[in-house]
């Protein structure tokens, strides 16, 4: 078995609930991601998917279980993995190249340095002429590329995207796949994507783990042994449609249907 | 199957949201035949017409002008005593000697500096103190009873108090600044620093972020446009410290001066000693204001 890049082992998180009862977001996840793999979370909301990302990124200290992360314990550790939160989070008062480089900024990279080493990547991927704008004058894709922009050039090895294209417009969404994708290949990042299109979540992933809410945890781990690079045509094809299908089953969506005919 | 079931059917996959299949309703509730007892209304968008500036300011100094000539007419036919209200041209002579005999520049200067200085360290200690509550919560706990008693005394009731401990001299009437200024942005900039976003605060630390980068790159700039709205409201306060440390015991000072004049009847000079320290506060007020705009340009966005 390879070794993993990144693995949860039997996190739960509970949380009080305002009338001193117990909510249990996260029961028994185990999430095992290999280097250099395309991981997706779909899910129900509220089924603890940004917990998830909360957890990995050290961001809350799990109730029981580990994080780790090189096969070290990153439970609890910050600093370790990209994470772009569920919201775009760019920083008003700060110009979309200052924001871009917030994450070299932090490590200490020096200003000059970092603008001319983001620069380039602001040109590419369609911020170009916009990097000493604010964030008010965006569009929200252009925001959303930013935010994703800023989560790469943190340049860490294990990027989580919480739901990076949910506010996008079909076709915007198509092309920002096409971009992620290529980043991916690119740049050999273990990416662990959380989306609640399936379509998506097919399209991009080596390994999609479906999970189900009350109390969250994965009821299944789909592969998708579908060859890459993937050309959207795939959508079509039957491998495609049988794995969306699975995805949509495991949902919950068709049970209900059944009961309806 | 009924339509219902085929429509269900048909759209379970494009339909399905993440919550699950949307389920339409077993009874869609009728159209309303009957119509509301209030119908929409037709109204004409209110739409005030502006007018020229010239005409607003000539509007202006014709009420003024008025009022000083009403003023000065009431004393002279004795509708008003003059003896109490004196009348605008006894102000106006007695501001020319005002100003060209005595020490007006002195009392004007001293009051000037109190405020000034009073506000800028009244305002900076107390931005600095909000600000230190966002380092640790249970000092911030700690702290605040304290904060909020210290608030409800009416500082000018300790003015007496502050004038013995610092003398008569300039640092009193700076205390009295401070203490009535220090508070208001203590609160206000602690007020910014519960409302900081909590998630640009775990953006930062995700990327591994210190405390002192935290500080410095999320709260201090969030908190910035808090601690500028109090700047008009504290540059205020410190006049007022100053003005009232002066009534109390002063040699110098806009205040000290109004005092003596009320005190020797000279009403005409209470009232120039008014204006002079009105305009101080107003050319304060549009220092102050102009600050506040050139400092808000480089925050907020
Ligand atoms: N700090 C917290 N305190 C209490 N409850 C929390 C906290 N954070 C999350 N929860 C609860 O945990 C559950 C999972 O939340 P989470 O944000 O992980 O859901 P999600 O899967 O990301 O949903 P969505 O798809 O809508 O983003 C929710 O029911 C939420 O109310
Ligand atoms: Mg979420």
């Known amino acids: ?261 | 199957m009924g339509i219902r079931e085929q429509f269900v059917r048909t759209n379970a996959a494009t339909l399905a949201g993440p919550q699950g299949p949307i389920r339409l309703p077993d009874e869609i509730a009728p159209v309303r035949k009957k119509p509301f007892a209030a119908p929409p209304r037709l109204r004409r968008l209110p739409v005030e017409r502006t007018w020229p500036t010239w005409f607003v300011v000539a509007f202006q100094a014709t009420i003024l002008v008025a009022s000083l000539g009403l003023w000065e007419l009431a004393t002279r036919v004795g509708w008003m005593d003059a003896f109490f209200w004196s009348r605008p041209s006894a102000i106006f002579a007695t501001l020319l000697v005002f100003f060209t005999a005595g020490d007006a520049m002195t009392d004007i200067w001293f009051t000037f500096r109190a405020a000034i200085i009073g506000f800028v360290l009244g305002t900076s200690a107390g931005t600095a103190l909000g600000l230190s509550f966002w380092w640790s919560r249970n000092y911030a706990n700690l702290a605040q009873p304290y904060i909020v008693c210290f608030e409800s005394i009416p500082k000018l009731a300790l003015a007496p108090l502050i004038i013995l401990v610092f003398g008569v001299g300039l640092s009193s009437k700076i205390a009295i600044g401070v203490a009535l200024t220090v508070v208001v942005s203590t609160l206000t900039t602690f007020s910014g620093v519960k409302s900081v976003d909590g998630d640009l605060e775990r953006l930062m630390y995700s990327l591994g972020a210190s405390r002192w980068q935290v500080f410095c790159k999320v709260v201090f700039p969030s908190v910035l446009p808090w601690g500028i709205s109090v700047l008009r409201v504290n540059i205020g306060l410190a006049l007022t410290g100053a003005i009232v440390g002066e009534f109390i015991a002063s040699q110098h000072g806009l205040g000290r001066a109004i005092l003596y004049a009320g005190q020797t009847y000279e009403i005409a000079l209470v009232w120039v000693a008014v204006l002079v320290l009105s305009m101080l506060s107003i050319a304060m007020y549009l220092g102050v204001s102009r600050l506040e705009s050139v400092l808000l340009r480089h925050v907020k966005r």
């Open chain 1, 1 to 261: 078995m390879p070794i993993s890049k990144i693995e949860l082992s039997g996190v739960s998180q509970q949380f009080k609930k305002p009338d001193g009862t117990v909510f249990h977001a996260l029961e028994n996840v185990t999430i095992r991601v290999e280097a250099g793999k395309f991981i997706s979370l779909i899910g129900p909301s509220g089924c603890g998917k940004s917990t998830i990302f909360n957890i990995i990124a050290g961001l809350q200290q799990p109730s029981r279980g580990a994080v780790i992360i090189n096969s070290k314990d990153a439970t609890g550790m910050v600093g370790g993995v990209g994470y772009m939160l569920q919201k775009d989070l760019l920083f008003p008062w700060r110009t979309v190249l200052d924001n871009i480089v917030l994450g070299l900024e932090v490590r200490g990279v020096s200003n000059r340095e970092a603008r001319e080493y983001a620069l380039p990547f602001v040109h590419k991927y369609g911020l170009g002429g916009f990097e000493h704008a604010y964030p008010g004058a965006l569009s929200g894709g252009m925001r959303q590329r930013a935010a994703l922009l800023r989560t790469l050039l943190y340049d860490s090895e294990v990027i989580l995207l919480d739901e990076p294209f949910g506010a996008l417009d079909a076709q915007t969404r198509s092309r920002m796949q096409e971009w992620l994708l290529q980043i991916w290949h690119d740049f050999r990042k273990t990416v662990i994507f959380v989306t609640h299109d399936v379509e998506e979540a097919v399209y991009l992933s080596d390994d999609i783990y479906v999970m189900a809410a009350r109390p969250g945890r994965v009821k299944a781990r789909l592969e998708v042994p579908i060859a890459r690079p993937r050309p959207r045509e795939v959508m079509l094809e039957r491998p495609f449609m049988l794995i969306k299908e699975e995805c949509l089953k495991l949902l919950g969506q068709f049970e209900e249907h059944a009961e309806a005919a």
